[in-house]
């Protein structure tokens, strides 16, 4: 793998991690539109565990305060809710501890994650045009929400979903706000991102950390950091309606690449 490469790969898992267009589909779908061999999964926990240090510098002040307060006042707010994020979190590690092997192999077809893609931004987009005003819980600290939140993200399992998109449209259809949606999604991240890398770090072959290796590391972690930041900022006055016709015109172009080859 060439450094350009390994650059490229860790801008994809950035930007695909945070936004809601599915860093694991366009992980997956790189050797479909390159002709190059998949990168190999030693390279793919690296970025992941890149970008579990992009959030987790992002959030360093609410992860303090929730872990300061999840154990020593666990009836506050941010107490409540650091429980809530662990509890949150189970459906999701079930989902890829019993179906691991079929994301590896069953959903990563090309024109599945093309269908993925198309019909998860239509969901999203619903619900960012009629639900994001409503407030139901007025982003308030509740375990039904935060369960349901988690059932969701375990739909991510699937190349195409997205882990970001899928929890936030699940948070805005629970009456969340943009950025109250987007905190939470990230914050779930951290468990699942953690818990998957260590699992296989074990899997890391010690001869395949080369520069090209390190080089896509530290562009993933820094470009996570600049996109959480990015995101955050630009929901406080637009909707998601740019990364729904992204995912729509992606969709389309597998699909048609996909007959025509």
Request: glycine share 8%.
């Amino acid at each position: 793998m060439t450094i350009l490469t390994a650059v490229f790969l860790g801008l994809l898992q950035a930007l695909g991690e945070f936004l809601p267009v599915s860093s694991s589909a366009h992980l997956a779908l790189f050797p479909f539109f390159s002709g190059q061999a998949y990168q190999g999964l030693s390279y793919d926990v690296a970025l992941h565990l890149a970008t579990l240090i992009a959030v987790c510098a992002y959030f360093w002040k609410d992860l303090l305060i929730l872990i300061k307060n999840g154990i020593t006042a666990p009836k506050s707010e941010s107490g409540k809710e650091f429980w809530y994020i662990g509890l949150a979190t189970i459906p999701a590690a079930a989902a890829g501890y019993f179906l691991e092997d079929a994301a590896e192999n069953i959903f990563r077809s090309p024109l599945h994650i093309a269908f993925m893609l198309m019909f998860f931004a239509l969901i999203l987009f619903i619900a960012d045009r009629y639900c994001a005003k409503q407030k139901v819980y007025k982003d308030r600290v509740a375990l039904l929400p935060f369960m349901l939140i988690g059932c969701a993200q375990a739909l991510a399992i699937m190349p195409g979903v997205s882990r970001s998109g899928i929890t936030i449209t699940a948070a805005l259809f629970l009456g969340f706000s943009r950025a109250a949606g987007a905190r939470i999604s990230f914050l779930l991240s951290m468990p699942i991102i953690a818990g998957a890398a260590v699992l296989k770090l074990k899997d890391i072959n010690l001869a395949d950390i080369d520069t090209a290796f390190i080089a896509g590391f530290f562009t993933a972690m820094i470009g996570g950091w600049l996109v959480i930041k990015f995101l955050m900022k630009y929901i406080q006055k637009h909707s998601f309606d740019i990364f729904v016709y992204y995912r729509w015109l992606l969709g389309a172009v597998i699909i048609g690449l996909y007959f025509l080859k």
